[in-house]
């Protein structure tokens, strides 16, 4: 039996089970309506408060609560029974009003996804991807730890520094088809991304997205104190490279394994195609970063990458266009995720219960000295950015309250920052409410509870670590 025969039968043999432990799991639909469900009911049982804000930035010292009804009744209230200037607890109706007023919000991620998934579409039926990855390996002589080493440097790198992470998006289903290549599945192209991107993120060393905001909120300066967060950044992506070489390994790959690569040579077609593709990407980073690009100038973007590489194919225009639409049908039920998972957030918001659970996270830190009040921001972080996933509404809403706090317990500012960074890093693996990573799994199309069981291990010993290089620099006056 040829090596490729024993590959796809490895992969089908994997398949099977997967597809099998889909059909028992709960579907991530359920899930999501159960958080949701979840957040209804903190509307009842938690207080509603409220802080003042200066723009999008909270005010100190200036929270406090609201008048609130939380009777049984209000479950069956209407919207227009609200009262001005009064909370009132979410009712089911307006449970149930929060998932299209969802949708509305993250359309913008939504029709990105959609657009990705559409423009690999074409690519897999170009044929460029599946020998554009027999030419990838050949150059590392198939030794797959060698690399998936040096692709996560990479993605570490971008995410780190630059702060990259929907750019990504475009990258990961090229790393699934890799893994698919050596009989491995979904999970572990995904990993491959995912992993390398939170471990910078949660190290950023000059990520702009968080540090612009972060920083000046505990008055220092932007981007200082980088030296000892780029030796955090490689503490981070060590481990998290080696957790993903020890899935590959226990995953049935075997390191001294010999691949016969296809001896069919790529056209003249697909090496422009993937060219293309490759500089597309390279653009990708240099115009989301010099001129902001959003999702919608992002979405324009990859429409246009997807009209360029379908010409370069020689694909007609109804063979691309039904590629395209066979793509974006590969993602589409992910992708409603992403606008369910939003329901939560504003479910929260609504019901006045957002600012209260603030509040209570920072009576969290207590008077136990520097080291516990470090440690204890770090634990009010996780918890927090299951509630509010975005890393900039994080930092508007929690540095404002936790840098003052923090200095009151003699926690140095660019510790108070780490605590941040290192929270909403880690917590971002494994949310089920945050945007970007349910993206990731739309394209990769892997369910949320298979990467949840995957990433578990990794997420606890991220936390350990954190704990312990948070100790570290309050020892050293960070």
């Known amino acids: 039996m040829s090596i490729e025969t024993a590959v796809n039968t490895h992969v089908d043999k994997e398949a ?19 958080i949701l469900l979840l957040a209804t009911g903190l509307t009842y049982v938690v ?17 406090r609560t609201l008048e609130k009804d939380a009777s049984f009744m209000q479950l069956f209230s209407l919207p227009a029974d609200a009262v001005p200037g009064r909370a009132q607890p979410v009712s089911l109706i307006d449970a149930a009003m929060t998932i299209p007023a969802g949708l509305e919000k993250t359309a913008g991620l939504i029709f990105m996804v959609l657009i990705i998934g559409g423009m690999f579409g074409i690519l897999n039926h170009s044929g460029a991807v599946e020998l554009g990855m027999e030419r990838l390996l050949a150059l590392v002589r198939g030794n797959v730890y060698v690399l998936v080493s040096l692709l996560m440097m990479v993605f570490g790198a971008g995410s780190t520094f ?32 995912t992993v390398a991107v939170k471990a910078g993120y949660l190290s950023s060393v000059t990520n702009p997205l968080p540090l612009s905001i972060a920083q000046p909120l505990v008055g220092v300066q932007v981007f200082s104190g980088a030296g000892l967060r780029f030796a955090f950044f490689l503490v981070f992506l060590t481990l998290g490279i080696a957790f993903v070489l020890l899935a590959i390994r226990r995953s049935g790959f075997r390191a001294d394994a010999t691949f016969t690569f296809l001896a069919q040579p790529l056209s003249g077609r697909q090496s ?20 902001q690009w959003h999702h919608r100038e992002l979405s324009a973007y990859y429409i246009g990458l997807s009209i360029a590489l379908a010409a370069v194919a020689g694909l007609g225009a109804s063979e691309a266009a039904e590629a395209f639409v066979r793509g974006m049908k590969k993602v589409l039920m992910a992708a409603v995720l992403i606008g369910v998972a939003s329901a939560v957030a504003i479910t929260l918001q609504q019901g006045q219960v957002l600012d209260a659970i603030v509040h209570g996270l920072s009576t969290l830190i207590g008077d136990g000295g520097a080291t516990v009040a470090a440690v204890s921001m770090f634990a009010s ?19 404002p309250i936790m840098g003052p706090l923090g200095q009151l317990a003699g926690v140095q500012p660019q510790t108070t920052v780490l605590a941040f960074l290192f929270g909403n890093g880690i917590t971002n693996m494994l949310t089920p409410t945050s945007g970007t990573l349910l993206a990731y799994l739309a394209t990769a199309r892997v369910g949320w509870g298979e ?20 100790i570290f620099a309050v020892a050293i006056g960070y």
């Open 16 to 34: 099977a089970p997967a597809a099998e432990a889909r059909r028992r799991g709960t579907n991530p639909i359920v899930v999501l309506l159960g």
């Open 47 to 63: 207080e509603s408060g409220i802080y003042e804000r200066d723009g999008k930035l909270v005010v100190p010292g200036s929270y």
């Open 162 to 193: 630059l702060g990259l992470a929907s750019e990504y998006l475009l990258v990961i289903p090229l790393m699934v088809a890799l893994a698919n290549r050596l009989g491995l599945s979904n999970l572990i192209g995904l990993a491959i991304v």
């Open 272 to 291: 422009v195609t993937l060219l293309v593709l490759v500089a597309g990407i390279a653009f990708l980073v240099f115009g989301a970063n010099h001129w």
């Open 381 to 399: 972080q996780l918890l927090l950015d299951f509630l509010i996933p975005s890393t900039s509404g994080q930092a508007a809403v929690s540095m």
């Open 451 to 470: 990467w949840a069981k995957f990433i578990f291990p990794l997420w606890l010993l991220f936390i350990a670590v954190a704990s312990a290089l948070l």
